[in-house]
């Protein structure tokens, strides 16, 4: 058997996707199991690490790892998640999601691009440079939650820790946007987006109630005809679209690379931001969720048998809420577009959108900048304002300068597997992610 210092990153990748660390709401529901077994490949698989960087526990199976570097002065926190989301056992894999197959260039299963891909790229390139001696300019910290997918509490007890013990981070990197290509019409660059800041996510659920009964004898305008025509309304009743500040320099940076037509309506983003945003709308929903708040009706429940009306049907709504805009605005606005005194709204987990980082002459995004021309020349580095929920919107207590970034190209059906079907990632790609972080941490100063 090979020893872990011989194994290529996908190798290691290959076992820590073998374990499924399915996270869950409902703590009683989650196999502890699994993230012991996980904890103690870490370990085996990153020996200097957990040797020689102080380990804290967070939660119950978190961890936060501090490299002493050579100064204490602007310290860096290095964010990923230990956790997966389930497998929908409906769905169709080319792979099983846990096997760990690697087939056709390419390393496939759940969490091989959300989110430990990036867990190894950040250990390989830490166990590397340790290997060598390597002392980082100034202090690191290792943050890796096991509760993200479940919006936990671990990422706040790792700042919680580290307010206590007077860190107050330069910047912070988490998962987020990545080299994406394929990500923009007319633009046939790689597009490496940075998130500088985060869309509020806020869970709501409509629900209406009535008598019940026998299906023989349905009476008109029951719970579940309300929440299907509640359904239909929010569909039919989309938020307005507009460009936030990011996204215009996303835009702008664009331009060049763009062809025909959309070049100069590109270069023109600042004064033609309405025109823009309903062509974002219009041209997709990743492109239109660049331009709106989303709504994304989840979960629905009603009667239990066929033969029974519901005496109570539900939806679960979920909206990513654009900076700018804020939880109550857009509670109301699915109020107002119900338009139902019968269906309930009810919140069960409000989100704000996260402040923007700097990203305009800042050193650290800068820097950031710096490492992706060297490692991905060929793309165009950018802003923008990240669609998913990530546990470094919890780090915003701490530090001004958060980033959303994971080091690997992915293709668009890359992205649309996340949380879906078909997760992988190539293996060339976590190669040059390994590489992407082993620059960063050379490159502090």
């Not at 009603?302 to 519901?310: E, M, Y």
């Not at 654009?322 to 269906?343: K, L």
């Not at 919890?394 to 690997?408: G, K, L, M, Q, S």
């Not at 597997?417 to 992407?436: C, F, Y």
Request: with cysteine; proline share 7%.
């Amino acid at each position: 058997m090979s020893t872990p210092d011989a194994l290529a990153p996908v190798s290691k990748l290959q076992r820590l996707v073998q374990i499924p660390t399915v996270s869950d709401r409902d703590p009683a529901s989650v196999d502890t199991e699994q993230f012991d077994r996980l904890l103690a490949e870490l370990a085996d698989l990153f020996p200097l690490v957990h040797s020689r960087l102080e380990l804290t526990r967070v939660g119950t199976h978190g961890l936060l790892l501090h490299w002493r570097g050579a100064s204490q002065e602007r310290p860096v926190v290095l964010m990923a998640h230990l956790d997966v989301v389930p497998v929908d056992e409906d769905s169709t894999w080319t792979h099983p999601a846990f096997d760990g197959v690697i087939s056709d260039g390419f390393l496939w299963g759940r969490g091989t691009l959300d989110d430990k891909g990036c867990v190894v790229g950040i250990c390989e390139a830490v166990e590397r440079l340790l290997a060598t001696d390597f002392t980082p300019a100034q202090d690191v910290w290792l943050s890796f939650g096991a509760t993200e997918e479940v919006s936990g509490p671990d990422a706040a007890e790792a700042v919680a820790v580290l307010r206590e013990r007077g860190v107050r981070p330069w910047f912070v990197l988490d998962e987020g946007g990545a080299v994406a290509h394929d990500a923009f019409p007319g633009v046939a660059k790689p597009v490496a987006v940075i998130g500088v800041a985060e869309k509020g996510t806020t869970f709501l659920q409509l629900r209406a109630d009535g008598s019940g009964g026998h299906s023989s004898t349905p009476a008109r305008n029951g719970p579940t005809a309300r929440i299907a025509r509640a359904i239909t309304r929010l569909e039919r009743h989309q938020f307005s679209p507009r460009l936030p500040a990011p996204t215009v320099e996303l835009f702008t940076r664009l331009a060049p690379h763009a062809r025909g037509p959309l070049r100069p309506l590109l270069a023109r983003a600042a004064q033609l931001q309405p025109v823009l945003a309903r062509a974002l709308v219009a041209a997709g929903h990743e492109p239109a969720a660049l331009a709106r708040t989303t709504i994304a009706v989840t979960t629905l429940s009603g009667s239990p048998a066929l033969n029974v009306i519901a005496s109570t049907a539900k939806a679960g709504v979920n909206l990513r809420i654009m900076p700018g805009e804020s939880v109550a605005e857009a509670t109301e606005h699915v109020r107002r577009a119900v338009h139902d005194d019968h269906v309930h709204v009810d919140m069960l987990e409000a989100g704000e959108p996260s402040p923007v980082s700097p990203y305009l002459d800042d050193p650290a995004f800068a820097l950031l900048e710096q490492v992706v021309a060297e490692v991905f020349p060929d793309a165009v580095t950018s802003p923008y304002v990240q669609n998913g929920a990530t546990d470094s919107r919890t780090f915003t207590e701490i530090c001004e300068r958060v980033y959303r970034f994971a080091p690997f190209r992915m293709t668009k059906a890359q992205r649309d597997s996340i949380h879906a079907h078909d997760e992988r990632i190539g293996v060339a790609d976590l190669d040059a992610g390994v590489e992407w972080y082993a620059r960063l941490l050379r490159a502090l100063t």
